[in-house]
């Protein structure tokens, strides 16, 4: 059986810079607090506590689904709002690159095969 501790935590991380990101550092660019992206940093948080507490019980792959939907969406919705109209930064390719891994990371942990025999 392989060691799959690395993959939870690069989860772990990936998320809760994902979560800072969006709920802490992008409000104080602003100067004020954001809905959108207050909502979208509980949302990382809320799935990773899913994922992590592995509730609810015997759906822990439909919690996979889910966290990597939802960062698809949060990737699809800054390409349309900042990439197509020229407002990327360096913090926006640097929360996207991180918000990749975490669906690679996602998509390995899902493949593990207590996750499988779960199905």
Same mark, same amino acid.
């Given at each position: ?11 772990? /991380?990936?998320?809760?810079?994902? !979560?800072?990101?969006?709920? /802490?550092?992008?409000? @104080? @660019?602003?100067?004020? /607090? ?10 990382? +948080? !809320? =799935?990773?506590?899913? %994922?992590? !507490? @592995? *509730?609810?019980?015997?759906? +822990? ?14 990737? %699809?919705? *800054?390409?349309?709002?900042?990439? $197509?109209?020229?407002?990327?930064? !360096? ?11 975490? /669906?690679?990371?996602?998509? $390995?942990? $899902?493949?593990?095969?207590?996750? @499988?025999?779960? =199905?």
């Amino acid at each position: 059986m392989r060691n799959t501790a690395y993959i939870r935590w690069a989860i772990v /991380i990936l998320t809760l810079f994902t !979560a800072y990101v969006h709920g /802490i550092l992008l409000n @104080q @660019q602003m100067g004020h /607090i954001d809905p959108l992206f207050t909502l979208n940093a509980l949302g990382y +948080l !809320a =799935l990773l506590v899913a %994922l992590i !507490a @592995q *509730w609810p019980k015997g759906r +822990l792959a439909l919690v996979h689904y889910a966290f990597i939907a939802f960062t698809a969406v949060t990737i %699809l919705a *800054w390409v349309i709002l900042n990439l $197509l109209r020229g407002n990327a930064d !360096a913090l926006g390719y640097a929360t996207k690159a991180a918000e990749l891994l975490l /669906i690679i990371f996602l998509y $390995l942990h $899902l493949k593990r095969p207590q996750v @499988q025999s779960a =199905l």
